[in-house]
């Protein structure tokens, strides 16, 4: 079967305060996916969205649910005016849980629930200060890999993300990453530096936080999905509720296999990717990954009607595509 739309969800990296206010100002569709992460959080994620302050979003416990409730409301929004037709979903990371979401697999308030409680545990399983992100720009997933090794002396650094070609994330200790980011410099990598995060994500260190999720998403109430979900752990297409719980656990602890997800929609018939959420970081990636499939935003209210009015879906009519 062809393909031709896929919808991607951003992950931790993409807030900042003031994302999804005019969504919610205008949307009463988007005002109630806030409200309701809202009451089933117990405190205002939405207010923290709003206005910040930035160092609050920051903390991944909350970056998370707030994320997440800014692309699904943008996504409601997209739903109830006939702009949601798509063929495959995907997400970065955290993003995962919006495709879900987007897809029929969870209610928003029960993933802004899981969300929470899995930025909590990932910021927990390291002491602050010693984990550590880097981002190396410039050699193959191979390089990477081999930098990582000669630097980590018993200690854990390893590939996390692969973002973009050319683009790779790393985590571990902090000493570890030090020394990997000293090891990259030695081979002519073009840049290596320390990404601002709080927490060493998708490495072993987050065997901790994988096994506390672990119960959470056991009595998570996941539906099958209407649309297949391209996930980051395997690059491959799943569905089921059973193969979604296998997937977002397995993924705290592994790479966000980006580029081949993407390569995968691609060869799946792909043409349009659109990212629904704040922010445009997936766009960017996309277009290193394949230059030539067309890029969507739609993170706000003017990128919202733009895309209505792209569809002709503005009076709420029946997208035709």
Known sequence: MQHQTAFVFPGQGSQYAGMGKDVAGKYPAAKKVFD??????????????????????????????????????????????????????????LGEYSAIVSDGGLEPAEAAHIVHLRGKFMQEAVPVGSGAMAALIGPTVEDARAICE????????????????????????????????DVAKKRGV????????????????????????RPVLESAPLKDLW???????????????????????????????????????????????????????????????DPGVELINVSDVASIEAYLGKLGTGDGTEAIQ
């Not at 205002?44 to 909350?62: A, W």
């Not at 977002?248 to 959420?277: H, N």
Request: with cysteine; net charge neutral.
């Open 227 to 289: 649309v297949s979900l391209v996930s980051n752990v395997d690059a491959s297409p799943i569905g089921t509720a059973t193969a979604m719980r296998n997937a977002l656990l397995r993924q705290v602890a592994s790479p966000v296999r980006w580029v081949e997800s993407v390569q995968r929609m691609i060869s799946m018939g792909v043409r349009r990717f659109v990212e629904v959420g704040p922010g445009s970081v997936l766009t960017g990636l996309i277009k290193r990954i």
């Open 190 to 213: 073009r840049r290596a530096l320390l990404l601002p995060v709080s927490a060493p994500f998708h490495c072993a260190l987050m065997k901790p936080a994988e096994e506390r999720l």
């Open 36 to 93: 309701d992460i809202d009451a089933e959080l117990g405190y205002s994620i939405s207010k923290l969205c709003f206005e910040g302050p930035e160092e609050q979003l920051k903390l991944t416990e909350n970056t998370q649910p707030a994320i997440l409730a800014v692309s699904s409301a943008i996504h409601a929004v997209l739903e109830e005016r006939g702009a949601a037709r798509r063929d495959l979903v995907a997400g970065h990371s």
């Open 150 to 181: 000669e630097a980590a002396q018993g200690e854990v650094v390893s590939v996390a993300n692969i973002n973009a070609p050319g683009q790779i994330v790393i985590a571990g200790t902090k000493s570890a990453v030090d020394r990997a980011i």
